[in-house]
């Protein structure tokens, strides 16, 4: 699996950006953002019961990660078509503001090494990639399980302060400093 200081993959996916059909659908890659950070997150499967759950999770905070120059970023390996039929089945799905990445040939996921081998979906996983395209944060939780967006968004901040955060650290709150006495 890619882990932290690794580079995060190049790609280039087809995602649905938009429940209207004639602005449905375009490419996305990994180029299109650049001197940002992405947040990207993966999903097992489209029309099931946990994932909704995050992906509304996600899009409530799609502002704050925004204010902190980060994309947010949503893939499974289901396609893009298959995106676009979910967001127009379920209602709070309908307007989110990000693009949902389509892993139909699984190479990202497998390149990421987060392809469940039992299943053949990409596990429940999320990277934080810096500006420079290394990973930075990493976190995979059991397929059944669902994630914490506002913690995604502290490590976030955490990060983006290059400096020492102890634990439960709090955008705003001291940093530490490393002393040798």
């Not at 799609?62 to 298959?82: C, I, K, M, W, Y």
């Not at 934080?128 to 059991?142: L, N």
Request: aromatic share 12%; net charge negative.
């Amino acid at each position: 699996m890619i882990g932290v200081g690794q580079p995060f993959p190049l790609f280039s996916l087809e995602a649905c950006v938009d429940v209207d059909r004639r602005r449905a659908f375009r490419t996305v890659s990994s180029s299109d953002f650049p001197g940002q950070w992405k947040v990207v997150f993966f999903w097992p499967m489209d029309f099931t019961f946990v994932c909704p759950t995050e992906l509304v999770g996600f899009a409530k905070l799609n502002d704050d990660f925004a204010d902190r120059e980060a994309q947010l970023l949503g893939a499974s390996t289901d396609s893009h078509f298959v995106h676009h039929a979910w967001r127009q089945h379920r209602e709070d799905l309908y307007h989110l503001p990000y693009p949902m990445l389509a892993d139909t040939k699984r190479e990202l996921s497998s390149a990421l090494g987060i392809l469940d081998p039992h299943t053949g979906v990409a596990q429940r996983a999320v990277y934080i990639v810096d500006p420079t395209g290394i990973v930075r944060f990493v976190m995979v939780t059991d397929l059944q399980v669902g994630r914490n967006p506002e913690e995604v968004l502290r490590i976030l901040d955490a990060l983006q302060t290059n400096g020492l955060c102890g634990c439960n650290w709090q955008k705003g709150a001291e940093l530490l400093e490393a002393s040798f006495a």
